[in-house]
Nanobody
Framework: QVQLVESGGGLVQAGGSLRLSCTAS????????MNWYRQAPGKQRELVST???????DYADSVKGRFTISRDYAKNTLYLQMNSLKPEDTAIYYC???????????????????WGQGTQVTVSS
């Protein structure tokens, strides 16, 4: 089985920094696109940042210049470095993988749309 497990959330003052991590566990061969989403209270989940298997990245306008997404391919880990945090960044942050190829018993399988459990980020003013 493949799971995404996040860590690194917490409470920080405005202007501070946090780094989120998301590790994929299991017998993994490859992960395609990985994303960070966030959902603030009373709002829809929004895409924050994306990184593909080749390392190309994209960001929501609201976080450009402040957040940096990266991957450690050997560790199957996704990161989000968040700097200059603002109160409006307060949300639950979720990692997502659009497809993962992994060993399942004696077979190779590909699963789609994996999500982590979410980690709370709270930025105080």
């Amino acid at each position: 089985q493949v799971q995404l497990v996040e860590s690194g959330g917490g409470l920080v003052q405005a202007g501070g920094s946090l780094r989120l991590s998301c590790t994929a566990s299991g017998s993994i061969f490859s992960i395609n696109l990985m994303n960070w989403y966030r959902q603030a209270p009373g709002k829809q989940r929004e895409l924050v940042s994306t990184i593909n298997s080749g390392g190309s990245t994209d960001y929501a306008d609201s976080v450009k210049g402040r957040f940096t997404i990266s991957r450690d391919y050997a560790k199957n880990t996704l990161y989000l470095q968040m700097n200059s945090l603002k109160p409006e960044d307060t949300a639950i942050y979720y990692c997502n993988a659009d497809s993962i190829t992994y060993r399942s018993g004696g077979y190779v399988a590909t699963g789609y749309d994996f999500w982590g459990q979410g980690t709370q980020v709270t930025v105080s003013s």
